[in-house]
């Protein structure tokens, strides 16, 4: 099972990034998957989820309205539209899966990528 996360980098304040997940080895639409994100000295925190068959979206209170999350089963493929990137939002982004019904604990995702970097200047 291989999570391959791209698309972080380096961007001023009020930017926007896009992120993708590129999953392979699983049966990508019976996963749940998830996007975390971790911040120098700070525990890893969920950031959204989408469940699998394309099912609901769940979003942290502080990326609601800025961060769009979406899938795309035909590519084995998740997306993380951030606009309004803020500093606080700098931290290294990561994907993973899950078949649980949770969506914001991290301890249920059996799979996880290796992390993008994403740094937002004030």
């Known amino acids: 099972v291989q999570l391959q996360a791209s698309g972080g980098g380096l961007v001023q304040a009020g930017g926007s990034l896009r992120l993708s997940c590129a999953a392979s080895?699983?049966?990508?639409?019976?996963?749940?998957m998830g996007w975390f994100r971790q911040a120098p000295g700070k525990e890893r925190e969920f950031v959204a989820a989408t469940r699998r068959n394309a099912g609901s979206t769940a979003y942290a209170d502080s990326v609601k309205g800025r961060f769009t999350m979406s899938r795309d089963n035909a590519k084995n493929t998740v997306y993380l539209q951030m606009n309004s990137l803020r500093p606080d939002d700098t931290a290294v982004y990561y994907c993973a899966a899950t078949t649980s019904v949770g969506l914001a604990r991290s301890d249920l995702y059996r799979y996880w990528g290796q992390g993008t970097q994403v740094t937002v200047s004030s």
């Open positions: 080895g699983i049966t990508f639409r019976t996963y749940t």
